[in-house]
């Protein structure tokens, strides 16, 4: 599975865009790119995937280039509740199982 | 998506007991998984829980110290077996499930925090 690479930390203010970038530079053809948040003492919870160009939901969007060997997580207006840890993570579609977490970056939002 | 429970949310255990967590999803998925996540770290796979048949464990994890049943496609438990301090971490339970493009990824439980004295 391709090893993805993410800054260990971001800050931020409320109300700012966060863009947390990760890099993938042996991504395979099949494979998807998941972002997942997690909270102190909280499982992992699915934000957004994609395959290419660029995904939308109520709560983030993800843009990816041509080459694929990088995608952009983006977080609008950010809250204090948006402090968390994310984590990019490349699977293959009907993934079986074995995700490789990295160490994730860890977003604090401050005042 | 699909809703997950874990039971127990937490636990205080003593050296050499075990305990088993239990994992119920809402709906019925093919795949089910646990994994570990240490104190500060990123989660780990133990093991794949197949239906009807042993469960498939990663490098470094055995059977006999994580036993997994997975009587049904709904549900699955974990055994953590002759626990040590070392052991202390969360336990996640994780199901594949359809994303609403159509494609599929794992959805995770609350977890199950475990401390071994």
């Known amino acids: 599975l391709a090893k993805t690479t993410q800054p260990i930390s971001m800050d931020s203010y409320e109300g700012q865009e966060v863009n947390i970038t990760c890099s993938h530079n042996?991504?395979?053809?099949?494979?998807?790119i998941t972002w997942y948040q997690q909270f102190p003492s909280q499982g992992p919870r699915f934000i957004i995937q994609?395959?290419?160009t660029k995904v939308t939901n109520e709560v983030a969007s993800l843009f990816i280039p041509a080459d694929r060997k990088s995608s952009t997580l983006s977080l609008p207006r950010v809250s204090l509740s948006d402090t968390a840890v994310y984590y990019c993570l490349v699977d293959p579609q009907r993934s079986q199982g074995n995700l490789i977490f990295g160490k994730g970056t860890k977003l604090s939002v401050k005042p | 998506s699909a809703v997950i429970s874990q039971k127990p949310s937490r636990d205080i255990c003593q050296r050499g007991t075990s305990l088993t967590i239990q994992c119920q999803v809402d709906?019925?998925?093919?795949?089910m998984f646990w994994y570990r996540q240490q104190p500060g770290q990123s989660l780990t796979l133990i093991a794949t829980?197949?239906?009807?048949?042993?469960?498939?464990?990663e490098s470094g994890f055995v059977i006999d110290k994580f036993p997994i049943s997975r009587p049904n496609l709904t549900f699955s438990t974990l055994t953590v077996s002759n626990m040590s301090p070392e052991d202390s971490s969360i336990y996640l339970c994780?199901?594949?499930?359809?994303?609403?493009?159509?494609?599929?990824?794992?959805?995770f439980g609350p977890g199950t925090r475990l401390t071994v004295l």
């Open positions: 042996n991504i395979a053809t099949n494979d998807y």
């Open positions: 994780s199901v594949l499930a359809r994303v609403a493009r159509g494609t599929d990824t794992q959805y």
């Open positions: 994609g395959y290419k």
């Open positions: 709906s019925q998925v093919t795949m």
């Open positions: 829980a197949n239906q009807g048949s042993e469960a498939t464990y």
